[in-house]
């Protein structure tokens, strides 16, 4: 490996180590239902997004919120020892991807069907932490 491609690869561990991930794959709602509800955490501090989440009347907030817990998790796995609060915890990334789309027929008038498409998503989240509360 040369030594650009090496620094390259060092620089992304480090900046790795700083976030952390979790995804929620194949979550039966649409991803423009899925958007709506994560355009509104995102960039959020993790416990600003939590009360958002939970007192959000859309469905798929639940489902966030879990993910958002999630991510947590894997916060503390790294972290036994350190408190939330101060670790100045935000929403760094969060994305909505389209997945598999279920095609069902519906019955329709003078014989024809129509086509149901019942759509479904994946959600990747990140954490990161900010740097300047430390």
């Not at 490996?1 to 480090?14: D, F, P, T, Y």
């Not at 991930?21 to 997004?49: I, Q």
């Not at 958002?52 to 639940?62: A, C, M, R, V």
């Not at 019955?107 to 990161?128: C, D, E, F, Y």
């Amino acid at each position: 490996m040369g030594v650009r491609k090496n620094m390259r690869a060092q620089q992304l561990k480090e900046a790795r180590k700083e976030t952390y991930v979790a995804k929620l794959k194949g979550c039966p709602s649409s991803p423009r239902k899925m958007r709506l509800v994560a355009d509104l955490v995102r960039g959020v501090e993790v416990e600003k997004a939590l009360a958002i989440l939970k007192y959000n009347p859309k469905h798929s907030s639940i489902n966030l919120e879990k993910l958002m817990l999630s991510a947590i998790a894997n916060w503390q796995a790294k972290n036994e020892d350190a408190n939330i609060e101060d670790a100045g915890l935000y929403v760094k990334e969060i994305y909505v991807d389209s997945a598999s789309v279920l095609k069902r027929l519906r019955t329709a008038p003078q014989g024809r069907a129509h086509r149901i498409r019942k759509r479904s998503n994946h959600v990747t989240l990140v954490l990161g932490t900010n740097n300047l509360s430390n």
